[in-house]
């Protein structure tokens, strides 16, 4: 698949300082740009022990299943619009689901899941289910999913377009959108803002571990969180010996 602007991988750079600063950081940053809605709904990690997931979106739309389209058979054509999601992913990328928040049938399975992993996929987002969980539970593919169904998309889904804008857990996800994904959840990043969002997150990040040390320690509130000038000068020379780490 040819890369676009929107689709293109992120700088290595841009990635060190999303993997350092958390969502809920990110979503502080996206606030103060005029953005509420970009948390993903209804979701939890499936496999929480892995590393933060960092990609860029690749959407995939289903539609309810209907009974004379979506029965077993349909799987045996390797063209079928869902494993040609699947073999189209590309590194770097995150496979994005529109499920419709629906979660009586999973979304996919391991063996897709595992398959998107050998891809270079960095984790699945889904707001429906995921069978298998045992499987995404070792699995080194951050996922982050409504519930676990034992059910076959076949029974709900009917997988129709492939990077289209979609709606995930009630956020608009357009291919080459860059979404973070930790404990807290996943947030979705407008690709055009993601430089900046994700220096102005790192630094706030960075600020913020000083700033927790400093409470720890049991300083009051007032003059440190939010800092003052003094506390920022305090910073500043304490930047001389923890330089920020994603740089």
């Given at each position: 698949m040819a890369e676009t602007p929107e689709t293109e991988p992120l700088a290595e750079g841009t990635l060190k300082a999303l993997r350092?600063?958390?969502?809920?950081?990110?979503?502080?940053?996206?606030?103060?740009?005029?953005?509420?809605?970009?948390?993903?709904?209804?979701?939890?990690?499936?496999?929480?022990?892995?590393?933060?997931?960092?990609?860029?979106?690749?959407?995939?739309?289903?539609?309810?299943?209907?009974?004379?389209?979506?029965?077993?058979?349909?799987?045996?054509?390797?063209?079928?619009?869902?494993?040609?999601?699947?073999?189209?992913?590309?590194?770097?990328?995150?496979?994005?689901?529109?499920?419709?928040?629906?979660?009586?049938?999973?979304?996919?399975?391991?063996?897709?899941?595992?398959?998107?992993?050998?891809?270079?996929?960095?984790?699945?987002?889904?707001?429906?289910s995921v069978r298998d969980a045992d499987g995404f539970a070792a699995l080194d593919l951050p996922t982050f999913a409504a519930n676990p169904s034992a059910n076959t998309n076949l029974i709900q889904h009917h997988a129709v377009d492939m990077q289209v804008p979609i709606g995930c857990g009630e956020v608009a996800v357009y291919p080459g959108d860059v979404l973070v994904g930790d404990v807290d959840g996943v947030v979705v990043i407008p690709r055009h803002l993601v430089v900046e969002v994700a220096e102005a997150a790192a630094q706030q990040e960075h600020l913020e571990v000083f700033v927790l040390d400093k409470i720890e320690a049991g300083e009051a509130l007032r003059g440190v969180y939010p800092p003052d000038e003094r506390t920022r000068a305090e910073y500043q020379e304490w930047l001389q010996d923890n330089p920020h780490p994603w740089r």
């Open positions: 350092y600063a958390s969502t809920a950081t990110i979503t502080t940053q996206l606030l103060s740009r005029g953005l509420r809605n970009q948390l993903v709904q209804g979701l939890k990690p499936l496999n929480p022990t892995r590393d933060k997931m960092v990609g860029v979106a690749f959407t995939l739309r289903y539609i309810p299943a209907r009974e004379d389209l979506d029965e077993p058979s349909v799987f045996q054509d390797y063209d079928h619009p869902q494993r040609k999601a699947v073999e189209s992913v590309q590194p770097g990328q995150v496979l994005v689901i529109d499920s419709r928040q629906q979660q009586r049938a999973a979304s996919l399975g391991h063996i897709l899941a595992t398959r998107l992993l050998r891809r270079g996929c960095t984790g699945v987002v889904t707001d429906g």
